[in-house]
Structures are given as C-alpha cells and as structure tokens.
T-cell receptor
Framework: AQKITQTQPGMFVQEKEAVTLDCTYD???????LFWYKQPSSGEMIFLIYQGSYDEQNATEGRYSLNFQKARKSTNLVISASQLGDSAMYFC???????????FGTGTKLQVIP | DTGVSQDPRHKITKRGQNVTFRCDPISEHNRLYWYRQTLGQGPEFLTYFQNEAQLEKSRLLSDRFSAERPKGSFSTLEIQRTEQGDSAMYLC????????????????FGPGTRLLVL
C-alpha cells in the first residue's frame, strides 16, 4: 500500500519570498510517479508538477520545483517568488506504475501574506 | 482547450433521496476517475473507467453508489438513499492512457460537486 505524509497543516509565507512544502511517501514499488496539485477555495485540483521515480534531475515548472530525495522518500515542493494567488491547499500525491489509483496526502494550507 | 467539467457544482439534498452527478472529461481522454474528498482530507479514489468499462472500484464505493460511462465519454455517479456521511466533494478526473498505467500519466481534475446531505 502507498502512503503520503504531509506534516505541515498550514504555512505562511511573505509575498515574493520562497516557501518549501514537505512531502514524504512510502511504497515498496520501484516505479512510481509523484505529483503536486493546488486546490484553491473554489475546489478544483490544479496539476502543478510531476517527478518520476527514475528521473535523475529535479523537476521544475516555472516557479515550481521539486527537491526529490529518493533515498529519503521525500519530494518537497518549492515555490519561488510567492504571489497572493498562491494561497491555497497543496496536495502531494503518488501513483504506482500499472495502477490507476492516485493516493493523496492530507494537504498543506499555504497563506501568502502581502 | 476545454477541461474537465462537472454538474452540478453544488447539491443539497435530504437524507434518503437519490442524487446523480455528471462528469464530462477532456474530449480525447479515454480514462475517467471519481474521487471523494471530505473536509480536511485529500481526495480518495472511488472508481475508474477505461472507455466505457469500469475496471476498478474502491471498497469505499458501497452498493448505494453506482457509476456509469455508457458511451465512453461522459460519466454519471449516482448515490441512492443518501446518508449524512455522504456529504463531501465529489471530484472527477480524466487522463489519456495508452497501456497499463504509466506512473507519469497525469490526471486532470474537474471543479467538483459539493454534496450536502441534511
């Protein structure tokens, strides 16, 4: 079984600063994908960034980047130059090769302060 | 580029009533998923379709729940004899899959249907 742990229920960051959201995972499978989604108060889950278990380089997507440490089973999301619109819930998720189910963590609520 | 759409966005019903939700996936996507999200939690997988075939169901999907995707396009999720514990956000997602389930296959979500059972 897969498990995603997000230990930060809430985080504050000053506008224009960088913030790191933590995520650890547990799986015995070797081939898997890790995802981050953003969920604003409107409810829609917005895909942000993906990291494959065999990717040697950390994924980047605009202001989003991942600090992927496979041995520690962690994939932390770094948001640079925070904007007020970044205020939302952020979910870390995992999918194992060959399965359709995506397992989500409990999320981190990020609030950007002007 | 049309994303995943869901209807209705909000539903309030009385306990014991039946409700039906609709999901329209991204047009070229062959895979469709339903998730349920309760307050303070991440989404939990309910079921998955490849084209019109329902290939996987979670144990969370009790016999009061039924999902269909009759023509491999839109999908419906029906809850019969609703209970207060069914109150949640119901999320639909879709993806373009080839064979098996590639770990990197991204699921794109709709805006969800918020259900409140009184």
């Amino acid at each position: 079984a897969q498990k995603i742990t997000q230990t930060q229920p809430g985080m504050f960051v000053q506008e224009k600063e960088a913030v790191t959201l933590d995520c650890t995972y547990d799986t015995s499978d070797q081939s898997y994908g890790l995802f981050w989604y953003k969920q604003p108060s409107s409810g829609e889950m917005i895909f942000l960034i993906y990291q494959g278990s065999y990717d040697e380089q950390n994924a980047t997507e605009g202001r989003y980047s991942l600090n992927f440490q496979k041995a520690r089973k962690s994939t932390n999301l770094v948001i640079s130059a925070s904007q007020l619109g970044d205020s939302a819930m952020y979910f870390c998720a995992m999918r194992v090769e060959g399965y359709q189910k995506v397992t989500f963590g409990t999320g981190t609520k990020l609030q950007v302060i002007p | 580029d049309t994303g995943v759409s869901q209807d209705p966005r909000h539903k309030i019903t009385k306990r014991g009533q039946n409700v039906t939700f609709r999901c329209d996936p991204i047009s070229e996507h062959n895979r469709l998923y339903w998730y349920r999200q309760t307050l303070g939690q991440g989404p939990e997988f309910l079921t998955y379709f490849q084209n019109e075939a329902q290939l996987e169901k979670s144990r969370l999907l009790s016999d009061r729940f039924s999902a269909e995707r009759p023509k491999g396009s839109f999908s419906t999720l029906e809850i019969q004899r609703t209970e207060q514990g069914d109150s949640a956000m119901y999320l639909c997602a879709s993806s373009l899959g080839t064979s098996g389930g590639a770990a990197g296959e991204t699921q794109y979500f709709g805006p969800g249907t918020r259900l409140l059972v009184l």
